[in-house]
């Protein structure tokens, strides 16, 4: 049984810094993945660059946040005023990093699973914002992924990693549990996500909002949402089973009409404006995860 005697906040700040590092390359993938012309979508190979002066980007004008800070915001070669979103997606995805073994026990399937859905949630949430894209080049590999993470626990379902909680206590945690918890309380496991419940997450992710949308689309003459919407609610039907996933799609569309509305009613918007559902979606997530079994206990609590 492997043992992970590390405290909490020393793993919190090793992570960081991988975090702050990989909220760099989140950057390049909001920046090119929505790109129209393909080469400029490469996210691999291009080496980093100034997207108005073409420039590349110096090593020491590359490191997260500190080099936005020193530079105070500008490109080192034209002066173009750097977006504040460079250096905010790189402080979230270094606190999403920081965050996750005092969320999910470290070390485990669950927790990899809940920091990929993190740090995909982030770049969608951008991408999504700045050019209404939500791309495939993300969202059909996390499909797969979220089917694929339900297969250790068949394998290896007595599998065990001992965490450490601080004061000495140790926690032994199923190193392959697949499933929601309510964080931070650990032994408040939920239902485990099995190969059936993410088939169907998958399924009914995207096939649900389509018919939604065709019903939709005779009243209103309009799309409500765009296909991506249905990709992302596939994948994270995938990840969490169809359960979370109608849960986060009900969160979303909650969002959503908090926005929309008084958008409408200050005559800002019109019920054709277009708003980036993957945005609430992405926001929808984290509590369902983290909170969901929770929440729908507390919700049952009310209905009775
Ligand atoms: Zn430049």
Redesign the pocket.
């Given at each position: 049984m492997p043992t992970i005697d590390l405290p909490p906040w020393f793993l919190s700040v090793i992570l960081a810094a991988f975090g702050l590092v990989l909220g760099s390359f989140a950057n390049v993938l909001i920046h090119r993945l929505p790109q129209e012309e393909p080469e400029d979508r490469n996210v691999a190979t291009k080496p980093s660059?100034?997207?108005?002066?073409?420039?590349p980007i110096r090593w020491y004008h590359n490191i997260p946040l500190l080099a936005w800070i020193w530079l105070r915001g500008k490109?080192?070669?034209?002066?173009?005023r750097i977006p504040v979103r460079y250096p905010l997606v790189e402080l979230l995805s270094g606190l999403i990093f920081a965050a996750s073994p005092w969320l999910f026990p470290f070390g485990t399937l669950i927790w990899l699973k809940g920091l990929i859905c993190a740090y995909a949630l982030l770049v969608l949430f951008f991408t999504d914002l700045t050019e209404f894209i939500l791309p495939d080049a993300l969202q059909f590999p996390l499909m797969a992924l979220g089917v694929l993470f339900t297969l250790p626990q068949i394998f290896w379902p007595a599998h065990a990693t001992r965490i450490w909680l601080g004061s000495n206590q140790l926690l032994s945690v199923d190193t392959f549990f697949n499933g929601l918890q309510a964080a931070p309380a650990w032994h408040l496991f939920g239902q485990p996500v099995d190969w059936k419940t993410s088939l169907i997450g998958l399924i009914l992710g995207y096939g649900g909002p389509a018919l939604f949308n065709q019903i939709f689309k005779w009243i209103r003459k309009t799309d409500g949402l765009g296909m991506g919407d249905f990709k992302m609610l596939a994948w994270i039907g995938a990840f969490w089973g169809w359960g979370p996933m109608l849960g986060i799609l009900f969160g979303g569309a909650f969002l959503g009409t908090l926005v929309g509305l008084p958008l409408i009613l200050m005559r800002r918007a019109t019920g054709k404006t277009m708003l980036p559902f993957g945005c609430a979606l992405a926001l929808a997530t984290p509590p369902i995860v983290l909170y969901g079994p929770g929440l729908w206990t507390a919700y049952l609590g009310l209905v009775q």
């Open positions: 660059h100034c997207p108005s002066c073409k420039a490109c080192a070669a034209c002066g173009w």
